[in-house]
């Protein structure tokens, strides 16, 4: 008897909800809302992660946000609940943004010029709060040995980098194939003339 009342409380602990069902819902809501305006008001670096002081930020929002989120309540309903809360509100605001081209553009913000024919743009780096190192960082973490090798580097709203490599002048290219052109005609004589001189 003790032993089945034991277990009843247990599945009791894990599945009884300790606020209102509405309540539940209500807070990851309000912490979803919050979290998307302030990562909005706060700049692109925070989603780049461009330094461990911005992973950390990110990390820590986490954990400071949970009790927000789920109050006084530990049970495995009212957490799955929150869960299911934050994954239906982010659908609804992803589609609706999806189907309102203008405003998500509003919302999201525009990509910012970082580098243009090689050349920083430091009033864009102020903007974002990037220094030229951690843009270095960034542009060596892509395969790139430095500026003069970049046509244009673009931080997307995402957080994320465009980066386009330089190209050659087309008469540079045109150059290197005449000359490597002219290299294997040049290989191929010398091997005619070693044959005929072997003959």
């Known amino acids: 008897m003790s032993q089945w009342l034991v277990t ?11 606020t209102p069902v509405l309540e ?44 927000a989120i789920i109050g006084n309540d530990n049970s495995l309903s009212g957490g799955l609940i929150g869960a299911f809360t934050l994954l239906g509100i982010n659908y609804l605001v992803v589609r ?17 010029t970082l580098v243009e024919h090689g050349h920083l743009v430091k009033h864009a780096l102020a903007k974002e709060l990037l220094t030229r190192s951690e843009l270095m960082t960034v542009l060596h973490r892509q395969g790139f040995d430095g500026l003069e090798e970049v046509e244009r580097c673009v931080l997307e709203p995402g957080g994320t980098f465009y980066i386009q490599r330089k190209m050659p002048p087309v008469e540079k290219v045109e150059h290197e194939e005449v000359m490597h052109q002219l290299a294997e005609l040049n290989g191929k004589l010398e091997r005619l003339l070693h044959q005929r001189g072997e003959a």
């Open 8 to 18: 009843s409380s247990m599945w009791h602990d894990i599945f009884a909800v300790g």
């Open 24 to 67: 539940k819902i209500i807070r990851p809501v309000i912490v979803y809302i919050f979290l998307v305006v302030l990562l909005r008001a706060f700049g692109k670096r925070e989603l780049a992660q461009l330094n461990p002081f911005d992973l950390v930020v990110l990390l820590s929002l986490s954990n400071t946000v949970q009790n």
């Open 96 to 112: 609706f943004l999806f189907r309102h081209r203008r405003l998500d553009q509003v919302f999201e913000g525009k990509p910012t």
